[in-house]
């Protein structure tokens, strides 16, 4: 009930197309869903994030798409660029005994070709 | 600002030591979570403190361990590692009414 599934676990692109990467929940405590880039070597890094009574946030190349009936949630990188390559974690926040938890997906690399 | 820092940056340990590791989060952020990073189990959170106290735990033996100082830096400790402790340990603060979590470039621990 905690988890966070997320797909495809990898994802070629090539240079300037749509990069869809979806992420799915069963606990409705959720009450925000974030989503981090990460490089090798590097921590996540916060890219985008949503509340769930919005529908859609756009950030720049960044959307996310929130469906809250269907639980599911997705990252749409627009005009994709080789700089985009890292690998990416959508995450959902449960608050409980006072304090937020973030769980995570299991990450989807993405490389983006010239 | 400055980020969140960790040190060491990388470790190697032994099967049976413990070791200590150190997370200064950024000014003014009071909330200090752990999370372990390894390719197969992905991101799973460790613990979380506030003001000096712990706040949550997540499903980690008695092993793993830590503390929060009234300047906000914590640190997580791991006694009598074993080999599947290895992996990049991070830590991520947030400000106390956020959502946001911003993580270090955390400690990559390996354990021979």
């Known amino acids: 009930q905690q988890q966070v599934k997320q797909s495809p676990q990898s994802l070629i692109i090539q240079k300037g197309g749509i990069s869809i990467i979806n992420c799915a929940y069963e606990?409705?405590?959720?009450?925000?869903f974030p989503w981090y880039q990460q490089f090798p070597g590097k921590g996540p890094a916060l890219l985008i994030a949503?509340?769930?009574?919005?529908s859609e946030k756009k950030e720049g190349r960044f959307t996310i798409s929130f469906n809250k009936s269907a639980k599911q949630f997705s990252l749409h990188i627009m005009d994709s660029q080789p700089g985009d390559s890292a690998t990416y974690f959508c995450?959902?926040?449960?608050?409980?005994?006072?304090?937020?938890?973030?769980?995570f997906g299991t990450g989807t690399r993405l490389q983006v070709f010239p | 600002k400055a980020g969140v820092t960790q040190t060491p940056r990388y470790l190697i340990k032994t099967r049976g030591q413990q070791v200590t590791l150190s997370c200064s989060p950024i000014?003014?952020?009071?909330?200090v979570s752990w999370y372990q990073q390894t390719p197969g189990q992905g991101l799973q959170f460790l613990f979380e403190?506030?003001?000096?106290?712990?706040?949550n735990k997540g499903n980690f033996p008695g092993r793993f361990s830590g503390r929060q100082f009234s300047n906000s830096r914590s640190e997580m400790n791991v006694s009598t590692l074993e080999l599947g402790d290895s992996a990049l340990y991070l830590c991520?603060?947030?400000?106390?009414?956020?959502?946001?979590?911003?993580f270090g470039p955390g400690t990559r621990l390996t354990v021979t």
């Open positions: 991520a603060s947030t400000q106390t009414g956020d959502y946001e979590q911003y």
């Open positions: 606990n409705t405590a959720f009450d925000y």
């Open positions: 949503i509340r769930p009574d919005v």
């Open positions: 995450a959902a926040n449960l608050f409980s005994y006072n304090t937020d938890k973030l769980i």
């Open positions: 000014s003014g952020h009071r909330s």
């Open positions: 403190y506030f003001s000096e106290t712990q706040r």
